[in-house]
């Protein structure tokens, strides 16, 4: 079972979720939605993650001085700025699992830090999104249709930034880096090994959008084909003259762990939920393979980018 995923009766849940007033099975509601950042920032639900940060950032504090390192040197061994340990030792921004580990190594710890990653990492997500992002962590395949806006898991900090940027109201500065970073780190999924099998099919009107302005658009395509390169990935485009869509109820995402088991996430109107019904989840995904066939092939969708870029 996924980590931070549940079951009420006979159905999985993630914490914070709600399961929604409709008769379909399996239908969890999680909240606001994360990848379209059209939520309400930090809930009151997510401050019990945010104590743990703080928690954590208190005891490298204690540690450092301990070993009687100013932030700035402190922050020299470990690749960061002083400010940036001050925002760590605060609570304000959330350090990867890396950076715990260097600064374990550094402050002679010996794990004590290290045992702090697990629930760090769970708590740089929104509490509706926790239970989506331990799937991440554990899926053999994940499969990807948007129509918005590229896949979190596709972009690139300056697009990230341009989105958050639009929320209205405003996000605070602090939530926008935390979630800039909490986004980063779930990239980590195209280094794993074994790698699991990723396929992303987007609306060519996604890769036209200027989101940020020309040159974040140009960043972001360049990053697509980069990505698109890896053995594992597999990118296709949606065109606007396609005159068949199997995706015209929008966008989802399927993710399937070991075992076989899938599960189905999707955002609409600020809203976000999880599917754990096998059979609507084995129907997806078989929509979804239908989507993949009307799309460009992932050849020709990494040229379609390539003249794309060619544009800008």
Known sequence: MAEGIGRVGGARTVPGA?????????????????????????????????GVVMAFGQTMKTLRLRAGLEREEFGRRIGYSASTVASFEQGRRIPSPRTIERADEVLAAGGL???????????????????????????????????????????????????????????????????????????????????????????????????????????????????????????????????????????????TQKGGKRFVYTEVQGTSALQTDPDQASMTAARYGIIRSQALSPRESLEFVEGLLGEL
């Open 113 to 255: 830090l290290c045992l702090w990653k697990e629930q760090v990492e769970r708590a740089q997500y929104p509490v509706f999104f926790q239970g989506m992002a331990a799937l991440e962590k554990e899926a053999i395949e994940l499969l990807s249709y948007d129509t918005l806006v590229v896949k979190g898991l596709l972009q690139t900090e300056e697009y990230m930034r341009a989105l958050l940027g639009m929320r209205r109201p405003p996000l605070d500065q602090d939530i926008v880096e935390q979630r800039v970073a909490a986004r980063l780190a779930r990239q980590e999924i195209f280094d794993r090994k074994p790698a699991p099998l990723l396929s992303f099919v987007m609306d060519e009107a996604v890769l036209r959008r200027r989101y940020g302005g020309r040159m974040v658009l140009r960043g972001q395509l360049e990053q697509l084909l980069l990505i698109g390169q890896k053995p594992s990935v597999e990118i296709q485009v949606m065109p606007l003259h396609s005159e068949e869509s199997a995706g015209v109820d929008g966008p989802f995402t399927v993710v």
């Open 18 to 50: 709600r399961q929604e007033d409709s008769d379909a099975p399996g239908a969890v509601s999680l909240g606001d939605s994360w990848e379209n950042d059209d939520g309400a920032g930090r809930r009151p639900e997510d401050e019990g993650g945010k």
